[in-house]
């Protein structure tokens, strides 16, 4: 029989008691920063669950959750089961108190979220194979889609981390060099090739020592949960900076994460096989069992003229061809240290479809196939004033183990 919270969660909410996703918040009528897990529409103030002695914890009552993930994953299992319990509809701990209830939980639309974690480093991969190969075959043909390392290897590059933003954050459109095409030097002014990219990222619980990688078969006990990310990209910048290192300026103006982590165990049910990989990669990297998820994935846009987001994009977290494991592995294979609260994205994640590519960049094929939004407007690219919105969850009997969502706007570029 699935388990109930005496606390009502509608079917389609993201957050039952199956859930229980972490994150800092504050409330918005005043009060520090501190950690809460979401249940239903409201948070769970686990800082206060802590002072009352009903959590045998210490690390709750900080503005991150850094201390938490490095606690490791027998803790954060004996904390959910703690959890699960005193939210359990059978359990009259707080279901019949009903002062204390009042003490302990806050309506979601009365506290002011923030990052769930001080992250110290950010790497971006560039896992799906789709993806790749779409991007591929517009800049080097069919022929030559795939860079000779991709198979071999999980591609990533080291992000900015003093620009991962929370969700509701809105960006501005960056300046940079570009060059059009057939032109023989760069100008300098606002990007005009403006893009999303669905991704989603994992937090880094118990980090290593320097020299020490993390092997793959033992890398799921360093990853702390998931995240929506939302990576914002100048493709023009992007086009004239990336050889022969690839992204920078294109990507650092801003990396979008939603306010909720939620963990592994609360995936656990929805692990499923990864697509098949040949040739077989080095044995570094040869994960045993089924590490991808069952993760349905929208992207939303909505314009400044409409008066409700459109669904432009429906991709699934599954279809990655790098596992996280093998990520995390392949990191950390050259004794790099990870750190507690670290995030690693996963990059564009694309299905085999064209409704379920992860970027305008493939949804638009480079600007080639415009976009038709609601009302009679196109997009090649995002433009100003542009709201876009990432959502996702996994679909239980009964129940969703859900993301939220992460939003944000693009706004004109300041002035200079």
């Known amino acids: 029989?699935?388990?109930?919270?005496?606390?009502?969660?509608?079917?389609?909410?993201?957050?039952?008691?199956?859930?229980?996703?972490?994150?800092?918040?504050?409330?918005?009528?005043?009060?520090?920063?501190?950690?809460?897990?979401?249940?239903?529409?409201?948070?769970?103030?686990?800082?206060?669950?802590?002072?009352?002695?009903?959590?045998?914890?210490?690390?709750f009552d900080q503005p991150g959750l850094n201390t938490f993930m490095a606690a490791g994953s027998d803790v954060w299992l004996a904390v959910r089961a703690a959890l699960q319990h005193l939210l359990d509809a059978n359990t009259p701990t707080l279901r019949d108190n009903v002062e204390l209830?009042?003490?302990?939980?806050?309506?979601?639309?009365q506290v002011v979220m923030h990052l769930p974690a001080q992250i110290g480093d950010y790497t971006?991969?560039?896992?799906?194979?789709?993806?790749?190969?779409?991007?591929?075959?517009?800049?080097?043909?069919?022929?030559?889609?795939?860079?000779?390392?991709?198979?071999?290897?999980?591609?990533?590059?080291?992000?900015?981390?003093?620009?991962?933003?929370?969700?509701?954050t809105d960006i501005h459109r960056p300046y940079g060099q570009t060059i059009r095409d057939g032109a023989d030097a760069p100008t300098f002014g606002p990007s005009r090739l403006m893009d999303f990219e669905l991704e989603m990222g994992f937090f880094v619980g118990p980090g290593n020592a320097l020299g020490h990688p993390i092997p793959v078969n033992t890398a799921a006990n360093h990853i702390f949960?998931?995240?929506?990310?939302?990576?914002?990209?100048?493709?023009?910048?992007?086009?004239?900076?990336?050889?022969?290192?690839?992204?920078?300026?294109?990507?650092?103006?801003?990396?979008?994460?939603?306010?909720?982590?939620?963990?592994?165990?609360?995936?656990?049910?929805?692990?499923?096989?990864?697509?098949?990989?040949?040739?077989p990669p080095l044995p570094y990297l040869q994960s045993e069992g089924d590490w991808a998820y069952d993760i349905h994935l929208e992207v939303q846009l909505q314009s400044a003229q409409m008066a409700a987001p459109a669904v432009i994009a429906r991709s699934n977290f599954r279809t990655l061809?790098?596992?996280?494991?093998?990520?995390?592995?392949?990191?950390?294979?050259?004794?790099?240290?990870?750190?507690?609260?670290?995030?690693?994205?996963?990059?564009?994640?694309?299905?085999?479809?064209?409704?379920?590519?992860?970027?305008?960049l493939e949804l638009t094929w480079r600007g080639s196939r415009p976009l038709a939004l609601p009302g009679g407007e196109t997009r090649k690219f995002l433009e100003d004033g542009d709201r876009l919105t990432l959502t996702g969850w996994a679909q239980g009997d009964g129940f969703r183990v859900g993301f939220g969502e992460v939003t944000g706007r693009l706004l004109p570029p300041l002035p200079l």
């Open 321 to 360: 061809y790098w596992n996280m494991c093998q990520q995390l592995a392949h990191h950390t294979i050259t004794g790099c240290n990870m750190r507690p609260g670290d995030l690693l994205a996963s990059g564009t994640i694309s299905g085999a479809t064209p409704d379920a590519y992860g970027s305008l």
């Open 101 to 109: 209830r009042q003490k302990l939980f806050f309506p979601q639309s």
């Open 124 to 168: 971006d991969f560039y896992s799906s194979r789709e993806h790749a190969t779409n991007v591929g075959i517009m800049f080097r043909g069919a022929d030559n889609a795939l860079m000779p390392n991709w198979l071999h290897l999980p591609v990533a590059y080291h992000g900015r981390a003093s620009s991962v933003v929370l969700s509701g």
């Open 225 to 279: 949960g998931l995240a929506l990310v939302n990576d914002w990209s100048a493709r023009d910048i992007q086009k004239w900076e990336y050889q022969p290192l690839g992204p920078f300026l294109a990507k650092n103006l801003a990396t979008s994460i939603s306010p909720w982590i939620v963990t592994l165990a609360a995936l656990e049910p929805f692990r499923c096989p990864s697509p098949p990989q040949a040739p």
């Open 1 to 59: 029989m699935r388990q109930q919270s005496f606390i009502p969660v509608a079917p389609q909410s993201h957050f039952p008691i199956q859930n229980l996703p972490y994150g800092i918040f504050a409330p918005a009528a005043g009060g520090p920063p501190r950690a809460g897990v979401a249940i239903g529409d409201y948070v769970l103030d686990l800082a206060q669950l802590e002072q009352y002695g009903l959590l045998e914890t210490d690390f």
